[in-house]
C-alpha cells in the first residue's frame, strides 16, 4: 500500500537518490527546494524504508557536498566569497567564523533553512578552518539532524502518507517536471558559477605572474 500511493519516482530514487541529493544540497549548486535533503528523507522513511540505512545515506552524500564547498573555499579564497556570497551578508559572515569557527560550521550544518550553509562552509575554507576541524564538527551535525529527520519518519510517517494520498498524490506528474526543471536550472548556474570563478583565478593568476616579470 506504501508503494502504491508513494510517487514512483521517489521510489526509484531510493537510497542512491538520497545520496545524489545530499551531495548536491550541500554544494554550491543550488536545489528548487530549500531543505530537499531532509524532505526526501523523511519521506523515504515514512514510506517503509530504513532509517538507519537512509540516514547514513544522507550523511554520507552531506558530506561529500560540504567538503566540496569547503575546498572550493579554500582553493577560491576570497574570490570564492565574493562570488558566492551575497555583498549584504559577506562581512557578518567572514567575522562569524573569524570569531566562532566550531559555532560557525555547526549551527548552519543542524538548523533548518532558512538558514544558509554555503556561506559559512565557503569561507571556512577561505578563511582556513583546517578540513579535519571542518569535517568532524559538520559530520556531527549532520549526523544529528538527519538521524532526528528519520526518527521523525518513523515516527509521523503516517500522517505524510495520508497527506500525500489525500491532497498531493494527483499533482504528483506537475510537481516532478517542476521539481526537475528547477534543478536543472540550478545545476547549470551553479556550473557557470564554478567555471566564473576558474576564469577569475586565471586571471590574478597571470597578473601576478606579469607583476613578477616586470619588478623581476
Not at 543542524?110 to 568532524?136: E, Q, T, W
Not at 526518527?151 to 491532497?167: C, D, E, N, P
Not at 547549470?188 to 593568476?205: M, P, Q
Not at 601576478?208 to 623581476?216: E, P, S, V
Amino acid at each position: 500500500m506504501h508503494h502504491s500511493l508513494m510517487p514512483h519516482w521517489l521510489t526509484h530514487l531510493g537510497a542512491l537518490g538520497l545520496f545524489s541529493v545530499a551531495v548536491v544540497d550541500s554544494s554550491p549548486i543550488p536545489l528548487p527546494l530549500p531543505g530537499s535533503t531532509d524532505l526526501l528523507l523523511l519521506w523515504l522513511v515514512a514510506f517503509g524504508g530504513d532509517p538507519w540505512l537512509l540516514a547514513t545515506v544522507a550523511i554520507a552524500g552531506s558530506l561529500v557536498g560540504g567538503y566540496a564547498t569547503w575546498n572550493l573555499g579554500r582553493r577560491g579564497g576570497e574570490a570564492a566569497l565574493r562570488r558566492y556570497v551575497p555583498a549584504r551578508l559577506l562581512g557578518r559572515v567572514v567575522g562569524w567564523v573569524e570569531r566562532h569557527r566550531i559555532l560557525a560550521v555547526f549551527l548552519p550544518a543542524v538548523l533548518p533553512p532558512p538558514i544558509p550553509l554555503l556561506p559559512f562552509a565557503l569561507a571556512s575554507g577561505a578563511l582556513g578552518v583546517s578540513r579535519s576541524r571542518f569535517l568532524s564538527v559538520y559530520g556531527a551535525a549532520r549526523t544529528l539532524r538527519y538521524s532526528l529527520i528519520a526518527w521523525l519518519g518513523v515516527v509521523y510517517g503516517r500522517h505524510a502518507i495520508r497527506l500525500w494520498s489525500g491532497t498531493l498524490q494527483r499533482w504528483s506528474t506537475l510537481l516532478l517536471c517542476v521539481f526537475v526543471s528547477l534543478l536543472v536550472v540550478g545545476t547549470c548556474f551553479g556550473i557557470w558559477k564554478v567555471s566564473g570563478l576558474r576564469k577569475i583565478d586565471a586571471a590574478e593568476t597571470l597578473a601576478l605572474h606579469d607583476q613578477a616579470a616586470r619588478t623581476g
